[in-house]
């Protein structure tokens, strides 16, 4: 089994920074597919970022943050980590992360995800 806790959550003013961070514990995810998902009230959860489990650190963004957040890991940390820069007030929203030990398909999908953090909550201030 994977547990996920997130942390960095609070809340900032538009156009701030805030870093997320996700840290595993029970196995390694050195090689699991990681994303990041946002849930804002009212909506369902949506995809935010993914970053692979292979060498090579692929990733994959949302259009809505493309440019403004970046996905990381620290493999020896068993850490992954979502830096959101240029900050809105439509971004406040739940942030959890997720893990997968399958391949890099669907990974927007939420439905493949086997494990799942409380989440953190952002608030962006206009």
């Known amino acids: 089994q994977v547990q996920l806790v997130e942390s960095g959550g609070r809340l900032v003013q538009a156009g701030g920074s805030l870093r997320l961070s996700c840290a595993a514990s029970g196995r390694t995810v050195s090689g699991y597919t990681m994303a990041w998902f946002r849930q804002a009230p009212g909506k369902d959860r949506e995809f935010v970022a993914a970053?692979?489990?292979?060498?090579?650190?692929?990733?994959i963004y949302a259009d809505f943050v493309k440019g403004r957040f970046t996905v990381s890991r620290d493999r020896a940390k068993n850490e992954v980590y979502l830096q959101m820069n240029s900050l809105k007030p439509e971004d406040t929203a739940v942030y959890y992360c997720?893990?997968?030990?399958?391949?890099?398909?669907?990974?927007?999908?939420?439905?493949?995800?086997?494990?799942w953090g409380q989440g953190t909550q952002v608030t962006v201030s206009s």
């Open positions: 970053i692979d489990g292979g060498g090579g650190g692929t990733t």
């Open positions: 997720s893990a997968k030990s399958s391949s890099w398909i669907n990974v927007r999908r939420e439905s493949n995800y086997a494990y």
